[in-house]
């Protein structure tokens, strides 16, 4: 039970979010209310309205629920969808899909909240079976968002781990056939993550992770992306600055 005072309704009410999200994510489970975890049952009749701009709300809110459980990324998603959005303008993309790509950014990290603590603070590296799990991410973030009748940003939450190789998942599908949206969030997702400090290493600068992205240009992102990106953010050759050492 809380410390804090509570009335009959508010004890009842959350333990009823904790048990939807309990059945949201696997079932056969226990747990605990936190101030952080979705209001799932409030979401769904959300998303059961005519209303957009209160389905459109309430995915927003499933991004606040994202940071406010990782005390170590601090405003992660909220970056990532700032980034990514400005990275759409300057590709050129019209202003509707440019807030489709805020809104995705914004979620794009959503299934990690079925996540294990244990595996997202992990400073050592990753064993096979906690790396699947995790891989496991973009599928159950996808879920959610579809629900709210937001798409086509809950498909680009499904595909923003694809690598531009055809090696990345969960579908491995492969150059143009990834979804615009989902490759932009991808480059937007590893930049916020290299220039900010984490449990297994600190953060690098600005020309460091782009040079990083370079490197992965062609590979893992969009080398289109990746250009449009260094040019936003005053970065003269991106193509020859050097490389990260390992």
């Not at 480059?187 to 600005?206: E, H, I, K, Q």
Request: aromatic residues 6%; negative net charge.
């Amino acid at each position: 039970m809380p410390e804090e005072e509570l009335g009959r309704d508010e004890l009842v009410r959350r333990a009823d979010s904790a048990l939807y999200w309990a059945k949201e994510y696997g079932k056969n489970q226990v747990r605990v209310y936190r101030p952080d975890v979705i209001e799932i049952a409030e979401l769904k009749r959300l998303a059961a309205g005519p209303d957009r701009a209160a389905r459109f709300r309430a995915a927003a809110s499933l991004a606040r629920a994202v940071d406010a459980r990782d005390v170590y990324t601090g405003s992660h998603s909220e970056r990532v969808a700032d980034l990514a959005a400005r990275i759409a303008t300057r590709m050129g993309v019209d202003q509707e899909q440019v807030e489709l790509t805020r809104l995705a950014g914004s979620l794009h990290d959503l299934g990690k909240l079925a996540i294990p603590e244990e595996i997202l603070r992990k400073p050592e590296p990753l064993s096979e079976t906690e790396r699947l799990v995790l891989e496991r991410h973009p599928q159950i973030g996808f879920r959610m968002p579809e629900s709210l009748g937001v798409d086509p940003a809950a498909h680009w939450v499904l595909h923003h781990h694809e690598r531009w190789d055809g090696s990345g998942y969960p579908d491995g599908i492969i150059g143009d056939e990834i979804p615009l949206g989902a490759r932009i969030i991808f480059v937007a997702d590893a930049y916020d993550a290299m220039t900010s400090d984490r449990v297994y290493r600190g953060r690098l600068t600005g020309d460091q992770a782009i040079a990083e992205l370079a490197r992965c240009s062609g590979t893992q992102f969009d080398p289109e992306i990746v250009a449009a990106l260094a040019d936003m953010l005053g970065v003269g050759d991106w193509r020859v600055v050097a490389a990260v050492p390992a």
